[in-house]
């Protein structure tokens, strides 16, 4: 998403011609007008099938979703190997880094000698989103997800999500594993 | 039908009279003083003044009674606590009955007119109009003179608060 | 009473129509295109998600569902509130807006079977003097609501209201003289009259006090940039703040009803009213005479009621692109505007009218 930065001249000192005000008005308001003129016949375009010159900023919520940006936090979520294991090793840094104390971990080894989280319950109605969690986290097993949808309940009680809820493929999350690298390691910042 | 009307604007005027003094707050007092003003308005266009009905309306019912309400609302009264007492309502009492004798010579000595037919033109614009700039143009200038002053010191005391 | 009966039917019809353009088309309409307007304009689509049996017509039932939503919502009047005054402000409001129709002409003058048909409700000699007098008491609904409402907001929206209202209206008053000057009538129907020559239009003339009257117009009426008495994003909604159900929507109706009046009052006053440029309303009945007297003068009254409309809704547009173009003045610079600039201008104004008709370089109609 590259943006541009437009620099508008705020200058306060009004020229003449601006402060007799009415030239001004019928500027704006030929502005107004001619949005107003390029909407309507896009709109009588798209009727008849055609293409509008202007885009609708409008977008229709519920049937239309928006895309986040790759930066965006939304709900943690626990990484997944190629088996659907989890990658975590239950160190306990996100628990520790947690500023709003919402992670708690129990961990076990497994036969070869892997620890592996038994239970790793994530608070959702605690978690403030800071993404410290991800940042802690050695293995990168721990991400911030672009999940931003159904994040609200009604019960506190369905808001405690459990390794089942959180896991989600390393497929799905290998854009925003890059950034991390990009972000937190590639930089040499840490 | 005008007498009909007459009669009901002459009460509605006398009630909201008695409303506007027995009021407790004073934006009931203003609110009544308005409906005076819209009574003595339909008064006068009965009589066929249709300009100063208008002007009636404009200038007290809109403009003076608006400052008023301006200054009710700047100065925030509410209700006072308590009833009236007893030597209030003496001396309401007591200006009630001094009036109204003062009245009764008054409308003894009242000699109705007899009905004469009224001019072309009575009333409106153009004859007021008219009326004001000949006969009577000494007082209307004396008026806007007198009132050229009140401008002029009310801009001279809110001056003189600024320093 | 029987000499009196076509008369009263008469009247009757006129002011059922003014009520029902008004109240029954002009209000929802207003409401509608203003969402859709201005979400036009601002690339947007804007309300369209109301609808029977899946038909929207372009959003239009959201007026029809706001209605039913704020007629069956609860009428709550806050407690400390003065009961009576918080009651009746909205009609002190509306009520107003609808009586200054009655010296507005929506046509010319017709014959129909013998009877002398003039489209106004009431020809007054004093029309111009009327609609400024009855406007003037619109400023009651506003200031005694907020008043009422015991309420901080409300009191200084009501009292931004009472300044802002009284200020406007001594120079909505003044921007007009001229025009009066040059028809030499205070009547609006004889005003209408006069127009009859496309040259002799207000506009031709008199453009300057137009923009004049326009500004001092919107500015009686509230409306952004001059909705300091209700600044959202100071006061809440300012006077109406304490309002719900029903009296809000009196109140908005009752703004939506005032762009109206305004938009009417400029049409007759500077547009000509119903009359259409270089054809007369006897041109036109002439033309259909093969048709009976009767129908030539029913088309023709029927003709001017739609070009008087037209116009209306024209001025409207305008004013609906005013106020979503224009940002909202500070309540000084309102002040400024009104006293030390719209006033000083208007008195010019007179005084170079006055000075044309004198020598003869504006001959009055």
């Known amino acids: ?190 | 039908m005008e007498t009909l009307l007459f009669y009901l604007f002459a009460t509605l005027s006398v009630a909201f009279g008695l409303m506007m003094i027995m009021a407790r707050q004073a934006i009931y007092s203003a609110v009544c003083l308005i409906g005076v003003m819209f009574c003595l308005a339909g008064l006068f266009a009965l009589l066929s003044a249709h300009l100063i009905a208008a002007l009636q309306i404009l200038v007290y019912a809109g403009a003076v009674m608006v400052l008023f309400v301006f200054v009710i609302m700047l100065l925030n009264l509410r209700e006072k606590a308590g009833l009236r007492s007893v030597g209030d309502m003496a001396t309401q009492l007591f200006f009630v009955v001094v009036l109204g004798v003062l009245f009764v010579p008054l409308i003894a000595s009242y000699d109705a007119p007899s009905a004469t037919k009224l001019a072309e033109g009575f009333g409106s614009t153009a004859g007021v109009g008219t009326l004001l700039y000949t006969d009577y143009i000494l007082p209307f200038e004396i008026v806007s003179v007198l009132l050229l002053a009140a401008l002029v010191g009310a801009v001279a005391l809110a001056k003189t608060r600024m320093r | 009473m029987s000499a009196y009966l076509p008369d009263l039917i008469e009247t009757m019809v006129k002011i059922a129509i003014v009520l029902g353009m008004n109240i029954g088309f002009f209000a929802p309409m207003l409401a509608w295109v203003e969402r859709k307007q201005s979400a036009v304009m601002q690339d947007r689509i804007g309300a369209n998600r109301a609808d029977i049996f899946g038909f929207t017509v372009i959003g239009l039932f959201h007026s029809l569902a706001d209605a039913i939503k704020l007629i069956f919502k609860e009428d709550f009047i806050p407690r400390g509130a003065d009961k009576l005054l918080h009651t009746i402000a909205p009609l002190i409001a509306m009520i107003p807006a609808l009586v200054t129709f009655a010296v507005i002409p929506f046509g010319g003058h017709y014959v129909l079977w013998g009877h002398d048909v003039n489209l106004v409700i009431a020809d007054l000699d004093v029309g111009i003097l009327f609609v400024l007098a009855i406007s003037s008491i619109a400023t009651y609904g506003v200031v005694l609501a907020g008043w009422a409402s015991n309420n901080n907001w409300s009191l200084l929206g009501g009292l931004r209201a009472a300044a802002q209202m009284f200020s406007y209206e001594v120079t909505m008053g003044l921007t007009i003289i001229g025009l009066v000057m040059y028809y030499q009538s205070l009547s609006l129907v004889e005003i209408v009259a006069k127009q009859e020559n496309f040259f002799h239009w207000g506009i031709i003339w008199h453009w300057p006090a137009f923009i004049l009257f326009l500004a001092c117009a919107v500015a009686e009426n509230k409306r952004v940039p001059f909705d300091i008495p209700e600044a959202e994003s100071e006061l809440v909604a300012g006077y109406f703040t304490e309002y719900s159900g029903m009296k809000f929507v009196i109140f908005w109706t009752a703004e939506f009803i005032e762009v109206v009046t305004i938009s009417a009052l400029c049409v007759v006053m500077f547009f000509g009213g119903h009359q259409i440029p270089f054809i007369s309303v006897q041109d036109i009945v002439n033309y259909l005479m093969d048709f009976g007297p009767n129908v030539a003068n029913l088309v023709a009254a029927v003709i001017g009621f739609t070009v008087f409309i037209v116009k209306v809704v024209v001025l409207i547009f305008i004013q609906m692109t005013i106020r979503w173009t224009l940002p909202r003045f500070r309540y000084d610079q309102i002040m400024k505007l009104g006293w030390k600039m719209i006033l000083p201008l208007s008195l010019v104004w007179i005084l170079i009218v006055g000075v044309l008709i004198l020598a003869g370089i504006m001959p009055t109609p």
């Open chain 1, 1 to 190: 998403m590259a943006t541009t930065v437009k620099k508008v001249n705020r200058s306060v000192d009004l020229t003449l011609w601006e402060k007799m005000y009415i030239p001004e008005i019928l500027r704006g308001m030929s502005i107004t007008l001619k949005h107003f003129a390029v909407n309507l016949l896009g709109n009588a375009l798209e009727v008849f099938g055609g293409r509008r010159e202007r885009k609708i900023q409008t977008l229709y919520y519920p049937e239309e979703l928006p895309n986040v940006p790759i930066a965006y936090r939304g709900r943690p979520v626990l990484v997944a190997d190629e088996n659907g294991l989890e990658k975590c090793v239950a160190c306990g840094l996100c628990e520790v880094a947690c500023p709003a104390n919402c992670i708690s971990i129990i961990g076990a080894e497994r036969g070869d000698g892997e620890r592996y989280p038994v239970s790793y319950i994530l608070d959702g109605s605690r978690c403030i989103f800071c993404g410290l969690c991800e940042e802690a986290c050695p293995k990168e097993a721990i991400v911030m997800s672009g999940e931003w949808q159904d994040i609200c309940e009604y019960d506190r009680a369905k808001m405690i999500y459990t390794k089942e809820d959180l896991l989600r493929s390393e497929k799905s999350l290998k854009k925003r594993i890059k950034v991390l690298r990009e972000k937190y390691f590639n930089k040499g910042r840490y």
